[in-house]
């Protein structure tokens, strides 16, 4: 079972930039399809960012696209979610989820798809 780890939120002003990084331990991440999700109080958990098991397809909720950018190193063992023009609304806890095993260009939403989460980090905006 993979150990996954968020690190890099805090507090930033409105208009700035963070770099989130979610680590893993335990297994290889090669060949998982990778995601970022965030959740405020009292809200779902959204999705904000998928990767699949390469690097070579990717893909962002609405809300987070053209500002937001996922990566991954799998010789880290570890995946990024590059926060630019940050505004309050992003204010909230960050998680990584992992679906194992996942060869193709495939790219997944839905809580449901991800085997293995993170305890997240939280990203306070402020304006």
């Known amino acids: 079972q993979v150990q996954l780890v968020e690190s890099g939120g805090g507090l930033v002003q409105a208009g700035r930039s963070l770099i989130l990084s979610c680590a893993a331990s335990?297994?290889?991440?090669?060949?998982?399809?990778m995601g970022w999700f965030r959740q405020a109080p009292g809200k779902e958990r959204e999705f904000v960012a998928g990767?699949?098991?390469?690097?070579?397809?990717?893909n962002y909720g609405d809300s987070v696209k053209g500002r937001f950018t996922i990566s991954r190193d799998n010789a880290k063992n570890t995946v990024y979610l590059q926060m630019n023009s940050l505004k309050p609304e992003d204010t909230t806890v960050y998680y990584c989820?992992?679906?194992?095993?996942?060869?193709?260009?495939?790219?997944?939403?839905?809580?449901?798809?991800?085997?293995?989460w993170g305890q997240g980090t939280q990203v306070t905006v402020s304006s």
């Open positions: 335990g297994r290889t991440l090669n060949g998982d399809a």
């Open positions: 990767i699949n098991w390469n690097g070579g397809s990717t």
């Open positions: 989820a992992a679906r194992p095993n996942e060869y193709t260009t495939g790219i997944w939403y839905l809580l449901n798809d991800y085997t293995d």
